[in-house]
Every structure is written in C-alpha cells, then in structure tokens.
C-alpha cells in the first residue's frame, strides 16, 4: 500500500491568483497522477506526473493552467493558475505502487473554494 | 464514448443489506472498483473485479459484474452506520486510465 499526504488540506484564495498544492507519498512510486473532483460529480484525471519530464495531460487541462512539478519519485506539486471560481474543487493526487495497475490509491484531497 | 453512471443516494437501515449499482458503456475496461469516501477524506479502495469474473467477495462486501449488461454492483452485508459514505463505481483501463463514476452517497440510518 503506499501512504499518501495532500498540504493544504484546504483553501480559500482569491480570483486571479495561484495555489500550489504538494502530494507526498510515504515510498517510491513510478505512477503519480492529479484528479479534479468537482462539487457532486465524478473525479476527473487532470495528468499524470511524469518523473524527470513534462506532465502529461487530459483533453481539457493545459500546461500553464496546471503546471505540475515531480523532482522524485516520492513528490509533485500541482499548481492552480489564475484562478476563478470555477476552479473551486477537490484536488487529489493518487498513486500506483509499484506494478500493481489494478490497485490505485487516493490522497485525502485539497479543498479549494475561490472567490 | 465512455461513461459510468450510477444513483445519487441510497438510503437503509442499520443491519439491512445494502445494494449500490453501476452501469458503464466501455466494455473494453480490464478492471472494475469500487471505492470509498468519507466525509474529508481521500477515495480508499475497497474492493476490484476483474472483467472476466462474475463475482468477488470479501467478508461483508459481495461484487457482481454482469458483462452481457455491463452492471456492477456492490452489496454490504450487515450495513452499519461506519458504512455511511460515498461509494463510487470506477472501470480501469490499460495504461492506468481509470474512469469514475459520479457516486452514490449512502445513508445509513440507526
């Protein structure tokens, strides 16, 4: 299994800024991916965190919206860019161990509400 | 294209059974989850299928899958009031893309 913690938890920021958000994982994983999960709806995959080379990201979610960073195998950061209200959202970072496609796990998310 | 649906909220009583269901239109999908939220917290798995398996289960929790009907179902024996939570249907893909459902938010009465 592998244990994973999202800083901040939560946020309130204001239009037109930017939130970095950081996912570590407690070990090694080649796998790392972002989640958006919209009030009342389903998860949706922003990108996935390459280690050592650009993200790369879902129809929809672009580079200089969502830049993400992954120095290491263990750490990415997602930033949310010029942000509006309809970025408001539940962030969440998941990894998968290993070679284990079938077994993916959630960080507790970062929740964000912008005014 | 695909998409995975399932109803918004169930509602039972403590000790009944529960029955949460998913329908999916990608039969193609190599995997399918079930998942857990709790309230402020992460998605915690829960249990998985593979595609070519009708059932699975793991003490309290029974899933089915019906491929002919591309139906998944989750069944919690013995529902106590811990089980409150959101449960969400997911189907996993290779190249680890996994695509979830909306969530059932499950509500156990005592």
């Known amino acids: 299994s592998a244990v994973i913690s999202q800083k901040p938890s939560r946020d309130i920021c204001q239009r037109g800024t930017s939130l970095t958000i950081q996912c570590q994982v407690d070990?090694?994983?080649?796998?790392m991916f972002w989640y958006r999960q919209q009030p009342g709806q389903s998860l949706t995959l922003i990108a996935t965190a390459n280690q050592g080379s650009e993200a790369t990201y879902e129809s929809g979610f672009v580079i200089d919206k969502f830049p993400i960073s992954r120095p290491n195998l263990t750490f990415s950061t997602l930033t949310v860019s010029n942000m509006s209200p309809e970025d408001s959202s539940i962030y969440l970072c998941?990894?998968?161990?290993?070679?284990?496609?079938?077994?993916?796990?959630f960080g507790p998310g970062t929740r964000l509400l912008v005014l | 294209g695909e998409d995975v649906e399932q109803s918004l909220f169930l509602s039972v009583r403590e000790g009944d059974s529960s029955v949460i269901n998913c329908t999916y239109t990608?039969?193609?999908?190599?995997?399918l989850y079930w998942y857990k939220q709790e309230p402020g917290a992460g998605l915690q798995l829960l249990t998985y299928?593979?595609?070519?398996?009708d059932m699975k289960q793991d003490q309290r929790l029974t899933v089915l899958l019906n491929k002919k009907d591309k139906h998944l179902s989750l069944r919690i024996a013995d529902t106590q009031t811990g089980d409150s939570a959101i449960y969400f249907c997911a189907e996993g893909f290779g190249g680890f893309k996994t695509i979830f459902g909306a969530g059932t938010r499950l509500f156990v009465k005592a």
């Open positions: 299928i593979f595609s070519n398996m």
């Open positions: 998941s990894v998968v161990p290993g070679q284990k496609v079938e077994t993916q796990y």
């Open positions: 070990s090694q994983v080649t796998m």
């Open positions: 990608d039969s193609s999908s190599t995997y």
